[in-house]
Every structure is written in structure tokens, then in C-alpha cells.
């Protein structure tokens, strides 16, 4: 399976309205709502003439955190313990 993130600019000049690290923050938050680590993530978005896009598995992206210009392992208290089933 496949989770999409689209992120585009809000209606409202000004206005923010999403995190700034949308593919790690989205990675956790389906992780913590039973997705598979082993899942595939990605986040697309365009800005002007180019259109980016970042992939990851669930799991290691959720295992992420950006402190200034790097990535670095997220503090365990971030990352989601799996639900039980």
C-alpha cells in the first residue's frame, strides 16, 4: 500500500496550513493508526514551474526528525508505539 500526501498552498494569503516536515509527521501519525512500517509513504507538491516529491518507507520515515539543515533519529517519545491488535 501507498500513502499520498498532496500539499498545496492555503486559500487564505498568509495562512499555514501544514507542518513543516509533512512526510515525517505524516509517516508517524499512520504508524500510530496501524499502517505498516514497511509501507510505502510519499509527499508531492509544486511550487511555481517544478513539482517535488519525497518517498520513504512508514517505518524509517517516522524514525526521522530535521534539526536545521539534517535529518537525525527522532526522540523515541515521537515515535508511535504500533497499536495492539
Known amino acids: 500500500m501507498t500513502y ?28 500510530a493508526n496501524g499502517a505498516s512500517p514497511a509501507a510505502t509513504i510519499t509527499t508531492t507538491w509544486s511550487s511555481g514551474s517544478g513539482h517535488y516529491a519525497l518517498r520513504s518507507t512508514i517505518g524509517h520515515a ?6 536545521g539543515d539534517r535529518f537525525q533519529k527522532a526522540k523515541q517519545s515521537r515515535i508511535p508505539a504500533p497499536p495492539t491488535r
Open 4 to 31: 499520498t500526501i498532496t500539499v498545496k498552498p492555503s486559500p487564505t494569503p498568509g495562512k499555514v496550513t501544514a507542518t513543516s516536515t509533512p512526510l515525517l509527521d505524516s509517516a508517524r501519525y499512520w504508524l
Open 62 to 67: 517516522a524514525s526521522l526528525t530535521v534539526m
